[in-house]
């Protein structure tokens, strides 16, 4: 695999819109597989997990909706006068 196929931590977070203490932590959740480099310890991930780990997030989310194409016309305030205030 080339280098390209492996993202570091920051980038991992950056893909996934997360700190990058978050994917510390799912890593070690066991949630997100990674890499360690021999020697440094570093993480690296595999962009095909990155990837499915995004759309996994992302579908929790609502499904998107569209919104009215014209405005609604805003309602008529009254304005307040001294009368209204005395009692």
Known sequence: MARTDFLNVRETAKELGVHENTVRNLE???????????GSGFRRFR???????REEMWSQFAPDTEL????????????????????
């Not at 962009?47 to 780990?53: A, G, T, W």
């Open 68 to 87: 009215p194409r014209q405005r609604r016309e805003p309602s008529k305030r009254d304005i307040l006068t001294d009368e209204d205030y005395e009692a």
């Open 47 to 53: 962009k095909e997990d990155v990837d499915r780990m």
């Open 28 to 38: 070690k959740r066991g949630t997100l597989k990674a890499v360690r480099l021999p």
